[in-house]
């Protein structure tokens, strides 16, 4: 028996760490959805659960990083604690025992764990092991070859994709090309009325197209004053 | 795609004996890992661990399907419902989170007390002194093999089970995403159809996300070119759907009928009915001609309201006017698949070719009458004034009434003067005339400031005139007569000019501008009465030896078409000549005396020859020329 | 009458694309337009005008009524407007003949040498009052009024009426009608010789010669509106209703504005 030293006590300071940004990202999505009627938005939604997702992983993480440590600190009221007065607090804080309902949770995991080896059908238990050691890699392997985004898939690119019929009339850039940015064939003939994505992904918006790329920009030197001065007066611009 | 890739998502499991009950939370959180590699048991427990206070009975996946068929409030109402239960189980999580930091700061604040108060609860730093709960560590003993065995249980099975739940919503959003690019291609593929058959797609003004086409007519009063505008809706299945709004659904087609005597002799045709009904492509151009039929009707009743002067009538769907005293037109508006009641069916089909010929110009002049709004439009405006621009209304009755109307007439008068030209054939007498019809139709004025096309229908919106010419029995006599039609101006109608050269009688004139048939006509043939009695008055003058000793006619009362001639011997003889486009009819009287004015005394013998030439009388007649050598014997 | 107006700078690479964009909006082709301007400044205090502008000149009295009301109320620049064709620029002058008839600017079209008559060509005087000042509207809005003047020779009314001659240019563009709207884009383009002259040149230049003002051949778009009677606030406003509306439905392409109220004075100092 002996006090926590240095080092352990910095991983505690990191569990409480991580533990404050977990409460305040909970805090954060109590207090969004108390503001809004009925739902906030659902893109910010799903950021605010994802950044407490993220922020429980991390929690996890570190709980099972630093197991052997926290296994064997053992925590008691000091001579300080008001344990007379304070016992509930104290009970609260001390609890080791599960809620009843995550206790009920366990055992069917339990249950549903035990009866897949019960079953002879399925695979073993060193089989699971095995897979579940092979699926990770194998799945991020091929989502690796993935272009997750962009306008073409693989399969596309790899049959060319000048073959791709998009049907519109503005050429997509194919971001994994690199020679793309070469290729500048816009069609002359320009639509009306283009058409793009909006970034909030809320399906297609038509708008009287901003100005493209069709001649090499050049602004305007003599500001629109100046003209209007000289078809008025005749004075020159820059001559007044 | 998906045969090439066949890594199996779902572990090979006997079905769980309940439906998956994982709450949705985890499930969602476990997708956003983007690996699954960083699943452990560990961090497995330590999220069953945040999540205990959820309870994972409380929903299920499949409540949503349902949805669709309830209602709006009760939609609503489940939301609410969700939207607490997410805030309870946020709130619990928030809670014992709470109690795991409070008891870590706690613990922490022996050592650290400024940093780990920061992050102690209120009601924590009320109760408890800072550093007053102590840590040690210990060496626990190992745990027994048998709850090694068991955490390893319960990990497999929820690992087991959350896999499951993940692969089966991954398989799930793939059908979902193949089966919304499925529907999108499709509907995509349909739009790109109508495009590239020429129609013009663009976004709809007043819901910018949503496509439509543009079939209707961009001059058309602003009620139906505003119609003119479909959207192109997506169904469920990606198949294109036409919406055209409140427009109605069934086709419409304006309809000419014509109707002489009371009898309907002449039907326009109907409009084709298409093999591929439900194309878009047909329904396209259903939409688009249904657009211009009740845009044609719509501008035929405002046009008519106008004419009521001129004989048109209007009811409710129906527009009537007159040709002629035995024919009407008939134009209303009616669906493309109705039935023929038993009293519209036409009695004849006679006058179908005029009907459909009708049916088409009305429809040429409303074409027309756009290209008029389109000149209009893109001339420079005159300035902003309270006065309002009024359009004014189309020319597509006018123009086909006046037509109908002038050939009507001409056809009268030159039947008029066929009869009349018979009638003085079969008395041996040669006339002849010949007719213009529509002369005034003139399609080599073109100028090339307009197009051809409108040139050509600007030559119908001009007043009708067709000419008539000929010679009378004199050589010297001739005679013209214009006929004008119009409707578009006053003088409305139809108006006779006619001019004629008769020298014995240079100081007769005809009337101008004579609007009736009747009196035409009585002008017509008066004049040709007088060159008549001039003809017999002049048998005389030829000189023929053999007509010696015969009496001389000298016209009495030209006008009454009365002749007179005096023997050597004083006996006083007088003939009567009438003439209808039906008969010429001579009669001679002997006549005793004449009074001092030269009228015949009202004693009057009876006659003493008489003949009728009749319209249609079989040759081998004695000719007038022989019949007055006879009746002038002394 | 009132003219109210929203201008754009349309810099030149987007020239092409905005007359598209036009004729979609406006459903109808371009009109071409080319025009002489020539800018006029009043010399003297107005006063008594003794208009003789010569026997054969047929002002109708109603348009001569007007223009000395227009030329009399101040000291100001005014514009003389004469449309041309394209083939103008360049043309040779009909034979100086003073026997010769007098023939249409486009009579000798057929011969395929064609002429450029000043003596026929048709002017219209334009006058803008400088823009009302500190209105709320966001538009630039004045007073103005136009009548024609007598073909040919333009210096000698004109300076009957009291005003001098300050420079000649002319502009390209192209208009389109848009409901009560006249959209015009447009660009100023200068004559090549740059020597002093105190009358409107009696021949044009080739046409490739003619240099735009703003070097880089950016456009001006302008839109206006007529209103009959400026003292009509409903019209008024109903007309910048409109010019709003088209601002709004072109504001993805070009931002419409107000001008700079003192590049549109005419006030002659």
Known sequence: MSAPKQDQLKTLEQSRQRLVQLTHSLASLITSLNQSDPLPPWNSLQSQASIISKNLLSVSDHLSDNRELLTSLVAYPGPEYPSRTQANTLEQLLRTKLDPRVDDWVARGRKAGASALEDKGTLSEADLAELWDWAPVEANEEARQRNWGGNFTLEEREAGVQNVVTGLRRVLEDEGDESSEEEEGEEDEMEVVGVRRQSTGAGFEFDIAPASAHQKPVEPVVPLDGILRYMTTGVSPGNR | MSENFSLPLRPLVEKPERPDSLPVEIAQINAQYGSFRDVTEESLRAKIEADKNKDPWSEEDDGEKELSDEDTAERLDQLYKKRAAITQFALQAHMETSFALDFISLLLSKNTPVQAEMSMSPYLKQVAPLGSLNAEVIHPPPKTEAAVNDTKSVARGWRLQNFNSAANKLLDSATRLESAVESETKYWNEVLAVKAKGWKVCRLPRERQALGVQYGFLEATPMFRDRGLAALRRTNDGSLLLDKGLIPLKARTVRVRVKSHGQLTGCSKRRPTTEDADSTESRILQARDTVYEEELFHELVREARILGSQGVTTRQNLVRFPVSEEQEVLLDLVDDGHELLADDEPTSHEHDPVADALAHSVRILLAYAHRQNLRRRTQPPPPLSPKRRQTPEYQLLRPVMAYLQHSSHVRWLESLLNDVNQVLKSAGLTSDFTCTPFSSLNFKRFNSSVPKVEALVQEFLLPYESTFSGKLVCPQSSFRTKVRTNVVTPPFGTHYDISVNVPQYPEIRPPNRIGLQDEAAWVLTHFVLLDILTAICQVKATGDKKKEGLLTWQAAYPHDGELMAVSSTGQCRKMKVSLSRHELTVDVYAIREIDAFRRPAATKTSTIRSHTWKLGDAAGQPSLEDFVAEVSKP | ?269
């Open chain 3, 1 to 269: 009458m009132h003219e109210l107006l929203l201008f754009a700078s349309v810099p030149a690479h987007q020239h092409h694309e905005l007359l598209q964009q036009l004729a979609g909006l406006t459903a109808m082709q371009p009109r071409h337009r080319l025009e002489r301007r020539v800018i006029y400044k009043a010399y003297r205090k107005p006063g008594l005008i003794n208009t003789r502008v010569g026997a054969s000149q047929d002002l109708q009295g109603h348009d001569m009524q007007r223009l000395n009301k227009m030329l009399n109320g101040g000291m100001f620049y005014t514009q003389v407007v004469g449309p041309v064709s394209e083939a103008d620029f360049g043309a040779q002058s009909p034979s100086e003949d003073p026997d010769a008839p007098m023939s249409g600017t486009d009579a000798e079209e057929g011969s395929g040498n064609h002429l450029y008559n000043y003596e026929n060509q048709p002017w219209k005087l334009e006058f803008r009052d400088i823009p009302e000042a500190g209105t709320r509207s966001a538009v630039t809005s004045r007073l103005m009024a136009s009548a024609s003047l007598p073909k040919g020779d333009i210096s000698t009314p004109m300076n009957a009426w009291g005003y001098s001659y300050v420079t000649e240019y002319a502009v390209e563009g192209d208009a389109f009608i848009l409901n009560d709207i006249v959209i015009f884009l447009h660009r100023v383009l200068h004559y090549p010789t740059e020597q002093e002259s105190h009358a409107p040149r009696r021949q044009l230049p080739p046409f490739q010669q003619m240099s735009p003002l703003e070097r880089t051949g950016s456009y001006v778009l302008q839109a206006s509106i007529t209103v009959q009677d400026g003292g009509n606030q409903e019209m008024m406003r109903t007309a910048s209703q409109h010019l709003f509306g088209l601002r709004e439905q072109l504001k993805s392409a070009v931002r419409l504005e107000q001008a700079d109220r003192l590049s549109l004075d005419t006030r002659a100092k």
